[in-house]
């Protein structure tokens, strides 16, 4: 293939070419297919499901995900009767919960229907279906031939001819390259193909050429530049601190709603913050855990402590119904480490360790121990 200079247009590929970087890739695919639970099946539903949960998240991180909301919700109408609350909760810890929102809408839709439409543009003008999950689902469910194209399979094709997949002139370029080398006779096979070649071996930060059906074509693999793009930039997480106090009564636990407006986790139960408890009181200090959110990284302390007055944004709740209410992540870690969550709180093993203070300091001095959250 011929080369092109960083950051510039690369030139055309001869379909001979094309035609040759297809079959390598399905070649590889053949004997080199990641085994998914979602690629089990052939079901429109667990493929739109999978999708969905992809969006913005780690294959590794979905798959216990998906195959408990699969066997809670196996189908269109199993979903779309649930309260949306059961939803939410199900998808407790997946993060980006408009996405289970979307999904239930999505669902509710469909069954009115009578059944998913087939086709690119129908399925994009469903709920939270954009480019990308309507070209996966129509392709890989119904065949149709449309390249999927996210950072990942941008990143591939960036390298492979040489130019910046960040920079904007060339995205079109690039998903017109992907339409152009895509298989029209099995376009579902393709694209879940491309997407393994980026996960396994075009990764972001390390690819391993030598693995690599393309590299006989491939500029980077060539002239030794890997362009990383979007997918690949690492960014700095900001730090911030947040208190969270738990206060019961028997076995109700003071806790708050989050509106339906609110922009994030809306719906979601929450333990109040210190700063919405003005005159509340220390009992004692519980511990303290790391909690990511997007791009900021909160050190988030924990207190068990006491109030005269019940704000008026609070309710008290009791603990077994927590276990199937949609708490937030870091409300069910605190929960946890208060030891008032009962069952059901898997979902903090994932994002981070947790510290329980055996004395009454702030994690300071002997008392202090360290443990993992098991679920
Ligand atoms: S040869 Fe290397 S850089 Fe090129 S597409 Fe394959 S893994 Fe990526």
Not at 250 to 267: F, H, I, K, N, Y
């Amino acid at each position: 293939m011929a080369g092109a200079a960083r950051g510039d247009l690369p030139v055309s590929i001869s379909a001979r070419v094309r035609a040759s970087l297809r079959r390598k890739l399905l070649a590889w695919y053949q004997g080199n297919a990641r085994s998914l639970p979602w690629r089990r099946s052939r079901d429109p539903y667990a493929i739109l499901v999978a999708e969905f949960m992809l969006q913005q998240t780690r294959v590794g991180v979905v798959i216990p995900f998906f195959e408990r909301f699969l066997e809670r919700f196996p189908t269109f109408e199993a979903l779309a009767q649930a309260p949306l609350e059961d939803v939410l909760r199900a998808w407790s810890g997946l993060g980006y919960y408009q996405r289970a929102r979307n999904l239930h809408r999505l669902a509710r839709r469909v069954a009115e229907q009578g059944s998913l439409p087939r086709t690119y543009s129908e399925l994009k003008a469903l709920p939270g279906v954009g480019d990308y999950t309507a070209a996966a689902v129509a392709s890989i469910a119904f065949g149709e031939p449309h390249a999927a194209v996210d950072g990942n399979v941008r990143r591939v094709l960036a390298r492979l001819t040489g130019c910046s997949p960040a920079a904007s002139q060339n995205r079109k370029w690039l998903e017109n390259l992907a339409e152009q080398l895509l298989d029209r006779r099995s376009p579902g096979t393709f694209n879940q193909a491309l997407m393994d070649l980026g996960a396994v071996v075009c990764r972001p930060r390390a690819p391993t050429c030598q693995l690599c059906p393309w590299r006989r074509y491939c500029v980077s693999a060539r002239t030794g530049f890997a362009p990383v793009g979007q997918a690949g930039r690492r960014r700095i997480p900001a730090d911030a601190e947040q208190i969270l106090i738990g206060i019961r009564r028997g076995r109700r636990v003071l806790m708050w709603r989050r509106p339906v407006e609110s922009q994030r986790l809306a719906g979601f139960w929450e333990l109040p913050e210190s700063s919405a408890l003005p005159d509340w009181q220390l009992v004692r200090w519980v511990g303290e855990f790391s909690h990511m959110i997007t791009q900021t990284r909160y050190r988030v302390r924990v207190a068990e402590g006491k109030v005269w007055e019940v704000p008026a944004a609070c309710q008290w709740v009791d603990m077994e119904e927590l276990a199937w209410l949609p708490v937030s992540t870091m409300s069910r870690k605190a929960l946890r480490l208060l030891g008032w969550d009962g069952a059901g709180a898997a979902e903090g093993k994932r994002n981070g360790q947790v510290k329980a203070f055996s004395g009454s300091g702030l994690g300071i001095g002997p008392g202090r121990r360290t443990h993992k959250v098991t679920s």
